[in-house]
């Protein structure tokens, strides 16, 4: 029997041509018991054209293998409270225009 399978070739990005942006760090970071929220300002386009500010918040999980410490976006019940606490103080953050509480009080 002969194998008729069909293959198309791998589209190629060109991204790879283009000049990758440094990745800036977050400007808030909290972390609860392995998990962290990590906070970054970004603009969008608007319907008018113009920029607009807003943030984007991501939520990851470290974890050892071995000798090695990784992350993931994966968690389990028990990762739930300290997620929720992590995006509570991200969202405080945001909240109080990207100004940490610590820097509020003063």
């Not at 041509?17 to 969008?44: D, H, L, M, Y």
């Not at 409270?81 to 003063?106: C, H, R, T, V, Y």
């Amino acid at each position: 029997m002969e194998n008729d399978k069909k293959t198309t070739p791998a589209k190629v990005s060109n991204t790879t041509n283009k000049v990758k942006e440094a990745k800036q760090p977050p400007i808030c970071r909290v972390e609860f018991s392995g998990i962290s929220a990590a906070v970054w300002p970004k603009q969008i386009p608007s319907a008018d054209g113009k920029p607009r500010e807003t943030w984007m918040v991501s939520l990851t999980r470290s974890y050892r293998d071995g000798n090695e410490t990784k992350r993931t976006h994966v968690l389990f019940p028990e990762h739930l409270l300290p997620a929720s606490m992590a995006l509570i103080k991200a969202w405080e953050f945001i909240e109080n225009g990207g100004i940490a509480e610590e820097q509020n009080d003063a």
